[in-house]
């Protein structure tokens, strides 16, 4: 039977012609381009064209841009990166309790080396208050850290809104943008952001493979030291290939960036319009409106997760509980928590489903059909 | 083209490559999925940890894979200075080592650690009685490559195992990127703890890397998130690269048992050539070294002017480690070896790879000595 991949907010397939990119600078382009003979400056070139690329797609200069081992690293440099340097500044951190891990544990380990972190809450629409946020800034506040969209639910956070309050406060201010890449606009300047996280295998591009934007003038430590590669940022050889891919798949999201929302949006909406035809009762975790368009997680009450997907698994459709990094254990997702307490039942009867480029519209339709059977199933 | 830069970094595998675009094409799932195509992607994923265990003969669970080798050195390093500190807070390296250990041990005295740098002979090699003399109660960590990239210098490392192994309370971590598949290694055996391996020095990919870990060993992480490989290294698994390193490990492990004999014969042959001009300097031991590096100096011609002449005859070498290429004028090696100035300035670096051919030896043979000639001509 073939799966119906509807999971694209834990991994994406990589577009043919990203592979086709790749494979030609694998065999054609492997220089270091540290080497400073011209096979190792063509590789050179190759890097910085993506770099110039990814710089143009957000709005920034090309030394802003840092190329990782993916979003965790690019999220970790950014949280931990800035706190140590900034130290002498304040010790205390916001970020939000829907982030994901890579940035909560990144707090946690900043906790435990004596940073204050305050983790606020989101409403039942999964949206952080503004004020809420700007009742938590004090003058020890170094660092703010709040998900341009939430990984579980799709909802977008007021990262503007945000910007704009700390613009003129001591803090910096970084954006986690791994789900909003690709079907948003993300410009640095317009979100006053210092800090912003992108992952390559998000958007159809190779995994192993992000960016960590950084404004001029942030003060920042790096995390590994070595060779001097991306401005002593980010040591060890650049991943030319996973480079190179990565900006080939930013070139085609940029490209189909319209389309693409359009037909996700068709699909959420199809997807949504055959569960009512059907009858199935559910209930839309997060904001109807204000999510982006390829995520959306229902809660099907008087069902349970492990029964959903184990029966979702047997029909070919691959959905997810939370984030994949944390659907490997039965924890209840801490998003889902935030948004309505640890007791409420959605906790343990909500689905993400993430369209993109593995779906069409025939499939979409398929997998409700499928979807709702089982429910009704399951709810009898 | 001739390629002799092969200690930068390799042209990858054709199989490899093929490997590569295979997972990429038909699992891309994210491993920690509980879907079908996530859990494919983690039985690939375990697989290829299986295989890479084999082919070092280590358990499943002592590889960690890293986005490469600056990040396996600077895990290991860092990963047992913070976990460890508790017990002492003095190091113990070499002044060869590669940046990424030189410069994470920097970062570390900067942390409050000590850290003995063991000088080496006019061969690069230590002394087995200096490292044992600076062994203290607050020792935690020795790290000492196996094999050095600039000069091909094969460290003692099973006497430091018997000595670092007399130490229960003392780790031992070496940097293996230039050793495997060159000579024969053995990385189970008492006293090492350790060892660092790079997939795009072995014809895998950029971007993949792994270090062993000995079971029981307990790390600090250096990236916090979603808690993937034994929540040593966080960050979805990039499943493609690291099944293409499990291949390029296995058929250069094939290469070091079939046909270790002809780097010996290409090496030979161009050592008789080099020795032949006038004037140059051997650098590369004649004992004790790998079979894949020679570094030599013709004094009085700068090294980036002979580098760039040979290129005009479609020839690739370099002058000292790619990631240190842009520190200025000498290598830090070859002082380290007292060598005199003129000889450190002058370095020059062949680095050999199974693929490469004795014709192509001869032809840069010729080539060196004329271009040696044109220039020493020029400089008159």
């Known amino acids: ?22 494979t030609d600078s694998l065999k054609n382009l492997y220089g270091n381009p540290s080497s400073i003979h011209s096979f190792g400056r063509k590789a050179r070139q190759a890097l910085d064209k993506v770099r110039r690329t990814t710089a143009k797609v957000i709005g920034a200069d090309e030394k802003e841009v840092t190329f990782t081992s993916g979003g965790t690293e690019a999220n970790n440099l950014a949280l931990i990166g800035t706190a140590f340097r900034n130290k002498s500044k304040g010790n205390h951190i916001i970020t939000t309790k829907i982030e994901h891990h890579a940035v909560l544990h990144a707090a946690e380990y900043l906790e435990k ?22 009742a938590s800034l004090t003058q020890e506040t170094i660092l703010v850290s709040v998900m341009m969209v939430n990984n579980e639910t799709g909802v977008f956070q007021p990262i503007s809104e945000i910007g704009q309050l700390i613009k003129d406060h001591q803090a910096y201010f970084h954006t986690d943008a791994v789900q909003a890449l690709g079907l948003t606009n993300i410009h640095v300047d317009n979100l006053s952001v210092d800090l912003l996280t992108v992952s390559s295998h998000k958007i159809n591009g190779p995994k192993g493979l992000g960016v960590l934007y950084v404004k ?45 929302k359009e037909t996700y949006l068709s699909f959420k909406e199809l997807f ?44 070919g459709i691959a959905a997810s509980s939370g984030s994949a990094c944390s659907a490997g254990s039965v924890e209840p997702s801490h998003v889902l928590v935030s948004m309505y307490g640890s007791e409420n039942s959605r906790i343990i009867n909500s689905i993400r489903f993430s369209f993109g480029l593995a779906n069409d519209l025939s499939q979409v339709e398929l997998a409700a059909n499928k979807i709702a059977k089982i429910v009704k199933r399951l709810t009898k | 083209m001739i390629y002799f830069d092969n200690s930068a970094t390799t042209k990858p595998d054709p199989n490899v490559l093929d490997s590569f675009i295979k997972v990429t094409q038909d699992f891309y799932g994210n491993p920690s999925s509980m879907h079908d195509l996530g859990k494919n992607a983690e039985t690939l994923l375990r697989k290829a940890r299986e295989q890479i265990a084999n082919l070092l003969s280590v358990s499943n669970d002592e590889i960690i894979f890293t986005s490469g080798g600056t990040e396996g050195n600077n895990l290991a390093i860092k990963g047992i200075a913070l976990q460890h500190q508790a017990r002492g807070k003095h190091i113990i390296t070499t002044q060869v080592e590669h940046p990424s250990v030189l410069l994470a041990c920097e970062a570390l005295e900067e942390l409050g650690f000590q850290v003995t740098y063991l000088p080496v002979d006019n061969y690069g090699r230590i002394s087995i009685e200096e490292l044992e003399n600076s062994i203290t109660n607050e020792t935690i960590l020795v790290s000492v490559m196996y094999v050095n990239n600039e000069i091909g210098t094969i460290q003692p490392i099973e006497e430091i195992a018997a000595i670092t192994n007399k130490y229960p309370k003392l780790f031992f971590h070496v940097d ?88 010996v014969e290409m090496k030979s042959e161009l050592l008789r050539a080099i020795e032949k001009i006038d004037g140059t300097v051997v650098n590369t031991p004649t ?55 003129e000889v450190s300035r ?32 020029g400089i008159r």
Do not use: W
Not at chain 2, 225 to 245: D, F, P, Y
Not at chain 2, 351 to 359: C, I, K, P, Q, R
């Open chain 1, 216 to 260: 001029k003038g942030t003060k920042l430590d790096s995390r590994q030291h070595g060779g001097e590669q991306e401005r002593k940022r980010r040591p060890g050889t650049e991943n030319v290939a996973g480079i190179i891919g990565f900006g080939k798949a930013l070139e085609i999201a940029e490209e189909k960036k319209q389309v693409r």
């Open chain 2, 346 to 377: 002058s370095g020059l670096r062949i680095s050999l790879a199974y693929s490469n051919t004795l014709e192509e030896i001869k032809y840069f043979n010729q080539k060196l000595a004329l271009v040696v000639n044109q220039l020493r001509k």
């Open chain 2, 176 to 263: 293996a990127v230039q050793a495997y598949g060159k000579i024969p290694i053995n990385l189970n055996i008492d006293g090492i703890d350790f060892s660092t391996l790079s997939g795009h020095k072995i014809h895998g990919l950029k971007g993949t890397g792994l270090l062993y870990i000995k079971n029981g060993t307990i790390l600090f992480p250096l990236l916090h998130g979603g808690g993937q490989e034994m929540k040593v290294r966080s960050g979805t698994e990039n499943v493609a690269g690291i099944v293409a390193l499990a291949k390029a490990m296995r058929i250069q492990l094939d290469h070091l048992n079939e046909d270790q004999k002809s780097l």
């Open chain 1, 1 to 22: 039977m073939k799966q119906i991949y509807l999971d694209h907010a834990a991994t994406t397939p990589m577009d043919p012609a990203v592979i086709d990119e790749m």
């Open chain 1, 272 to 315: 949504l319009k055959i569960l009512d035809k059907n009858e199935i009762s559910y209930y839309i975790n997060g904001s109807k409106n204000n999510t982006i368009e390829h995520i959306i997680n229902l809660s099907f009450p008087g069902t349970n997760v492990e029964s959903l997907l184990t029966n979702f698994d047997l029909e």
């Open chain 1, 113 to 134: 080396n004596g940073f204050r972190v305050t983790y606020l809450d989101v409403d039942k629409d999964g949206m952080l208050d503004v004020e809420k946020l700007k």
């Open chain 2, 287 to 341: 004992e004790n070294a790998a079979p894949h590096i020679i570094n030599f100096s013709i004094p009085r011609l700068k090294p980036e002017v002979v580098i760039h002449a040979l290129e005009e005859h479609g020839i690739y070498i370099s002058t000292k480690s790619a990631c240190a290429s842009k520190s200025p004028d000498k290598s830090s090696v070859l002082v380290a070896c007292q060598k005199n100035d």
